[in-house]
């Protein structure tokens, strides 16, 4: 009897069928020409697919604006039929949802198009609600260096505004004495939105 018959079994077992006959590819010996189009994903390309392209990996932040004012104090079912209704407006949303511990709610959206939905919803379930973006997504920093000191906060922001800046915020050492003291190097405050 050999170690291959259908009766006995092998001191090394295998997963794969072996009475199965193996099936090969054959290579393709064309060569690609320049008229080849080539097309990463299948079917034509949508327009469509600019805007509900996969979100970062930021949540959306869910506060509750009606009493009680906190996620914290609802029943488990209140929030139940909240993350119920919630995902009957804008789908489902990615694993991850969060509790917080300020009484907030964090909820990790699949695409650019629900984070849109969620930020533009107002109430879910007979609940006021408002919904932010994590400081991350918020704003974006940029750094100047050598601005002069005589340069007070609010003139840089006043002449920045036009270009999106929505916060100036100079960087500072602390002396000796206890006291600040302004350095040359100002942080700028982008909104993204």
């Given at each position: 009897m050999s170690w291959n018959s259908p009766g006995c079994v092998s001191p090394v077992s295998s997963a794969i069928d072996q009475s199965a006959p193996m099936e090969y590819e054959e290579l393709s010996t064309k060569r690609k020409n320049a008229n080849d189009n080539h097309n990463p994903r299948p079917g034509p390309p949508g327009f469509s697919d600019l805007f509900d392209q996969p979100c970062s990996g930021a949540p959306v932040i869910i506060h509750l604006t009606s009493d009680p004012k906190s996620f914290l104090d609802?029943?488990?079912?209140?929030?139940?039929?909240?993350?119920?209704?919630?995902?009957?407006?804008?789908?489902?949303?990615?694993?991850?949802?969060?509790?917080?511990?300020?009484?907030?709610?964090?909820?990790?959206?699949?695409?650019?198009?629900?984070?849109?939905?969620?930020?533009?919803?107002?109430?879910?379930?007979?609940?006021?609600?408002?919904?932010?973006?994590?400081?991350?997504?918020?704003?974006?920093?940029?750094?100047?260096?050598?601005?002069?000191?005589?340069?007070?906060?609010?003139?840089i922001l006043s002449l920045l505004a036009d270009q999106g800046v929505v916060k100036v915020q100079r960087f500072s050492s602390l002396s000796t004495d206890g006291s600040r003291i302004p350095l040359k190097t100002v942080t700028l405050y982008f909104n993204t939105h």
């Open positions: 609802l029943s488990i079912t209140v929030k139940k039929h909240f993350m119920h209704a919630l995902t009957d407006i804008v789908g489902q949303v990615k694993s991850g949802t969060k509790w917080t511990y300020k009484g907030d709610l964090n909820i990790y959206p699949s695409s650019t198009k629900q984070k849109k939905q969620l930020l533009d919803l107002k109430a879910v379930n007979n609940l006021n609600i408002n919904c932010t973006l994590v400081m991350s997504e918020a704003l974006i920093r940029g750094v100047i260096r050598n601005v002069p000191i005589k340069d007070k906060e609010e003139d």
